[in-house]
Nanobody, 115 residues
Framework: QVQLVESGGNLVQPGGSLRLSCAAS????????MYWVRQAPGKGLEWVSS????????LYADSVKGRFTISRDNVKKTLYLQMNSVKSEDAAVYYC????????RGQGTQVTVSS
């Protein structure tokens, strides 16, 4: 079955950096668009970024554009999210997903932003 396992969440200071990873299994990762979505406390799921199967197309929400970078390694079946210049409003549980709405997602990894 599909498994998506996120890791890398941590406490980060404003302006700091963090790299999230998502190990995928149970489906043809190299043929699948992949997504990062997040959920801040008390809010709904928010789409963050998308990447095409080959990695040639990358899309970002306006709120993270220029600060976050999505990437993938199809050999390792792993999705990444490099987070730079982190802001307090980036604090959330981050999920990797097989769809933009986050319907099929992993268990998430917590990103806390605090000085």
């Amino acid at each position: 079955q599909v498994q998506l396992v996120e890791s890398g969440g941590n406490l980060v200071q404003p302006g700091g950096s963090l790299r999230l990873s998502c190990a995928a299994s149970g489906f043809t990762f190299s043929s699948t668009w992949m997504y990062w979505v997040r959920q801040a406390p008390g809010k709904g799921l928010e789409w963050v970024s998308s990447i095409s199967p080959g990695g040639g197309t990358r899309l970002y929400a306006d709120s993270v554009k220029g600060r976050f970078t999505i990437s993938r390694d199809n050999v390792k079946k792993t999705l990444y999210l490099q987070m730079n210049s982190v802001k307090s409003e980036d604090a959330a549980v981050y999920y990797c997903a097989q769809d933009r709405a986050g319907t099929s997602r992993g268990q998430g990894t917590q990103v806390t932003v605090s000085s």
